[in-house]
Structures are given as structure tokens and as C-alpha cells.
């Protein structure tokens, strides 16, 4: 029965790596760029979710509707003023950029939060769903699914709006993707503006699981980097499938070999796919 | 309606077209021929905005458009289908035609109007419309490279490679499309290698050679050009 229950745990935890993984996916895979930003803006998305909770009184999930919009335009205007300039240079340098940005981004929020663990608690909480023996808090139940709702979104707004196709169409053949007239840096700010924003909007919903602290973003990343690599790079059902395939072994590792290998299970399982698929394990052609 | 003169063009301090000059009237069907290296596919670049031009001057109904972006001389009526097709694979075929529709703002209708005339015009596409365009065989990436380029609308129609490693008979469904087109009012400029296919195809020749157009003029006269002949036609 304890089965049942880390396979429960490690859904939840799966939904939400789903939702990390995505816009980390999508940038990666579109720009070709690995943005180290990444975990520090999930940790900034925590932070906006922890001071409405505190300061206003408003739920992580209302938090999103602010959330989403306000990540998306720094996510466009960053990528607009700044990553665009070099978008041409070897992924080296800008890897080199994210990484000089998420050094001032942890400063920063140091500066202005301090190094204090802040844990957001919602009183009163919403109960737990007991399925026979398995029991799941339905705060937790939510966050996962509001978070595979948000990555489905996004999947739907790459495959079905016209917008997304040019988003897509980028990635595939960025010069083909301009003689149909796409203006391909503006398609980059946009990307890069999801990325954000799908980071941002899963950080509010960890808020309701995890302590924030301005350095726990570095976690965030690896997660994000091995679900992607597992599921597949730049696609979103490759993030929901390697999203998922990481919390559920991360929950068994943790039980049968203790929580502290836990992350080093992740990585063995990473270098394992890498080995077998390295395309991942929803790889596509004209994908890679 | 189309007028180049005296376009430079090159790739870093590697020049390629040395002073073109190009005329392509209204309701033409005008091909472009040259040997490997002759420059046809970098004046196409600098033709759609892919590659800006040194100097040099392209006039598109009455528009300069030297060295503006893709976007703006789509926008004018300029469609380009790049050699060797460069679809989205992984997208499918209905997705690669919507995606020639992309600047389009005349609304769903449409262009949902435009899609079913392609699926007419080259009905195995609507057949596989569902399918993604990179499992389709190299004739029917054709039809719907052509038909994407299509789907902007354009006036002019600037294809490059027509040909290339086609079945024959692939080549004549096409070339009959293109006819068809033509009819309609299109006006079109096409690069190919099969100097025979290209002057039976089209009204008026340029031949390129070390980024020069070096002679110009209807089919028929290039056709009995002996140097033509010689050159290009395999014939003593």
C-alpha cells in the first residue's frame, strides 16, 4: 500500500516538474540558449506568491493571474534589450549571459529578501483526499493540477495558435520561418517571455509545497534540466513525460535507497537515457 | 514589375553577384538558369531579404525593396520557396500552408478559402494534410513548398530549384500547376538547373554566369542560341 502512496507523492511532485521543465524546454530548444536564470525566476515567482499571501491575503492561485502576465513582459523585454544581442553566439557564451544574470538575480534577491527560509502557509488547509490508505493534501492535488493545466495550455497555444506555429516554425528552420515572414527576434522575446512565464507561474504554486529562499533556485534548475533532457528537448509533452517519469523515481529512490540519493538516482537516470535515447524518450524528428 | 539593376551581393568579404541586372514583367513566367556556382540562389536570397545586398537597386511595383526585411517584401507580394524546400518537417502539411498564410490579415475565411484551391491545385496534399511534411516523398515536399508559398497571396512567385532530384513526371504535374497559375495571373521567376525544362516552362530566359546575368531573352531565341545549345543543351 505504501506503493500506492509514492507513486501518489511522486505524481504531485511530477505535475509540478512538469510545469518547471517547460518554458526551460521551450527556451532551450527554440533559442538554443540554457537559461541559468531559469530557477531563480521560479524562486522570484515564489516570492511574489509568498508577500500577496502575507502582505494581501490573496492565494497562490489567484497569484498566477498576476504572476503570468508580469513574467511575460520581463521575460520579452530581457530577452528584447539583452539576450537578442548575442543570440547569434555560441551557446557557451550565451549560457555564460543566464549565468551572469542569475548571479545578480540571487544577489538581488539576498539584497532584498535575505537568506531567511520563508515558508507560505495556508490556513486553514483545504483537507486531504483519502483514496482508501493513499492520502493526498488537496492543496497539493491542486498546485499539481492547476500545473499540468498551465503546460497543457501552453502545448495548446504551440500547436493551435498562429503565434505558436511561428514558435514552432522557428525552432525547426529559422530561415524558412522568415521568408514566411516571421520576424524571428520578435518570436525569440516571445519564447523567451513563455519561458519566464512558465517559471514564474510554477513558482507560485511551489510556494505551497517548498520553503523559498533566494538560493533554492539551483534545485529548480537541475530538475528542470534532467526532466528535459529525459522527455525530450523543446517539446512540451517531452517536459509533462519526463516531468512525471522524475517525480515518480525520485519518490521510489527516496524511499528505497533514502531521500539523500535521491537526486543522484535522477542524474544515473539521465545519463541512462542519454545513453539509450538521447533524443529522450518522446525525441522526434525534426526535433533535435 | 520586377526590376533589379546592378546588384552586389556576397557572403563576408566573398562577393557573389557582381552587378545583376533583371527585368521580370507582369504575367511572366521567367526562369533563371546557370551552371553550379553562377550566383541564381544568392540573388534569390537578396531578392527575398534572406541576404542584404552591397548596392544595388530591386524595385518591386514601383517599391524599392533593396535590403529590407523577409517580412516586409512578403508583405509586398514577394513569395520565395528556397531550394531544397526547407518545410517544417515536423509540422504537418495543413500546419506548413498556414504558415505561408502567417503575415496574411485578411482573416480565417479567407485563408481557409486559399487552403482548399491547394488542396485542388495539388490534391495528394489534402490527402496527407494531417501528416508531418517531412515523411512526404521529395515530389509532394515540392507541391507543398510551392503551395506554402502560395498561401501569402503573393504576385510574384520566386521558386528556386524547381526540379531538383524530381521523378519527370513529378516535374510535369508541377510545371502544369505552374501554368495554371500563370493563367490566373501570377507572375513568376524560377531557378533551375534543366536548362530544357526551364525554356519549354517559360516565356523569357536569363542565363547567370559568375554572378552576372551575361544574356537574356524570350525561350525560343536562347533555345536556338548555339552557344546556349553548346553550353546547357548538350548539343554539338
Same mark, same amino acid.
Given at each position: 500500500?505504501? =506503493?500506492?502512496?509514492i ?10 516538474y ?50 503570468? +502576465? ?30 551572469g544574470?542569475?548571479l ?9 529578501? =535575505? ?9 486553514? +488547509? ?10 493526498? +493534501? ?9 500545473a ?41 522575446a ?9 517559471? !514564474?507561474?510554477?513558482?507560485t ?32 509533452? !517531452? ?38 535515447? +538521447? ?6 524528428k525534426?526535433?533535435? | ?17 557582381? @552587378? ?21 540562389? &544568392?540573388?534569390? *536570397?537578396?531578392?527575398?531579404g534572406l ?47 498556414l504558415?505561408?498564410a ?7 475565411h ?24 517531412? %515523411?512526404?516523398?521529395? @515530389? ?24 531538383? @532530384? ?27 538547373q ?5 525554356l ?9 554566369? &559568375?554572378? *552576372? ?7 525560343? %531565341? ?15
Open positions: 500500500m505504501l =506503493t500506492f502512496q507513486l501518489a507523492n511522486g505524481l504531485v511532485l511530477g505535475g509540478l512538469a510545469c518547471i521543465a517547460s518554458g526551460f524546454s521551450l527556451v532551450w530548444g527554440v533559442l538554443n540558449v540554457i537559461n541559468i536564470l531559469h530557477g531563480s525566476i521560479i524562486v522570484l515567482g515564489g516570492y511574489l506568491a509568498f508577500f500577496a499571501h502575507a502582505k494581501l491575503g490573496i492565494h497562490p492561485f489567484l497569484s498566477i493571474l498576476v504572476a503570468a +502576465p508580469l513574467f511575460y513582459a520581463a521575460g520579452y523585454v530581457l530577452q528584447r534589450t539583452l539576450i537578442n544581442r548575442m543570440i547569434a553566439a555560441p551557446v557557451l557564451l550565451t549560457l555564460s549571459l543566464t549565468f544574470l542569475d545578480m538575480a540571487q544577489n538581488g534577491m539576498l539584497l532584498a529578501f =535575505t537568506a531567511d527560509f520563508r515558508t507560505l502557509i495556508i490556513e486553514p +488547509p483545504l483537507g486531504v483526499l483519502a483514496l482508501g490508505p493513499v492520502v493526498i +493534501p488537496i492543496d497539493r492535488l491542486l498546485a499539481m493540477l492547476l499540468l493545466a498551465l503546460t497543457g495550455l501552453l502545448y495548446l497555444l504551440l500547436s493551435r495558435s498562429r503565434i505558436g506555429r511561428a514558435v514552432v516554425a522557428v525552432r525547426m528552420d529559422r530561415e524558412a520561418a522568415a521568408l514566411m515572414g516571421v520576424s524571428v527576434k520578435r518570436i525569440y516571445v519564447t523567451f517571455g513563455l519561458g519566464a512565464m512558465m517559471a !514564474g507561474v510554477s513558482g504554486l511551489l510556494a505551497m509545497i517548498y520553503p523559498i529562499s533566494p538560493l533554492t533556485g539551483t534545485v529548480y534548475l537541475g530538475k528542470a534540466f534532467v526532466v528535459c533532457v529525459l522527455g525530450g528537448l523543446g517539446s512540451v509533452p !517531452g517536459a509533462m513525460v519526463g516531468g512525471i517519469a522524475l517525480g515518480i523515481v525520485e519518490s521510489f529512490g527516496a524511499l528505497w535507497f533514502g531521500p539523500e540519493n535521491a537526486a543522484t538516482l535522477s542524474f544515473l537516470l539521465l545519463i541512462v537515457v542519454l545513453l539509450v535515447k +538521447p533524443t529522450g524518450l518522446l525525441g522526434r525534426g526535433y533535435e | 514589375m520586377l526590376l533589379i539593376r546592378n546588384l552586389h551581393a556576397g557572403y563576408g568579404d566573398v562577393p557573389v553577384l557582381w @552587378g545583376v541586372d533583371l527585368k521580370v514583367e507582369h504575367g511572366d513566367i521567367a526562369c533563371l538558369v546557370g551552371s553550379n556556382g553562377a550566383g541564381k540562389t &544568392t540573388l534569390l *536570397r537578396a531578392l527575398s541576404l542584404p545586398p552591397n548596392s544595388g537597386s530591386i524595385v518591386f511595383e514601383g517599391r524599392e525593396l533593396a535590403g529590407a526585411e523577409p517580412e516586409r517584401i512578403l508583405g509586398a507580394g514577394i513569395a520565395h520557396v528556397p531550394e531544397g524546400r526547407r518545410l517544417f518537417s515536423a509540422m504537418s502539411v495543413r500546419d506548413n500552408l504558415m505561408g502567417y503575415l496574411r490579415r485578411d482573416g480565417a479567407a485563408i481557409g478559402r486559399d487552403l482548399e484551391r491547394m488542396y485542388g491545385l495539388f490534391p495528394i496534399l489534402r490527402e496527407r494534410q494531417a501528416q508531418d511534411a517531412g %515523411t512526404l516523398s521529395g @515530389g509532394e515536399q515540392q507541391m507543398c513548398a510551392v503551395a506554402r508559398g502560395l498561401m501569402s497571396a503573393p504576385r510574384l512567385l520566386v521558386i528556386d530549384e524547381l526540379s531538383l @532530384g524530381l521523378a519527370p513526371a513529378v516535374v510535369d504535374q508541377l510545371c502544369d500547376a505552374l501554368r495554371r497559375l500563370n493563367q490566373e495571373g501570377l507572375t513568376l521567376l524560377v531557378v533551375e534543366d536548362v530544357a525544362t526551364a519549354e516552362l517559360a516565356q523569357h530566359a536569363f542565363v547567370m554566369d &559568375t554572378g *552576372r546575368v551575361t544574356r537574356s531573352g524570350s525561350s525560343e %531565341t536562347l533555345r536556338n542560341d548555339p552557344a546556349i545549345r553548346e553550353a546547357y543543351l548538350g548539343a554539338i
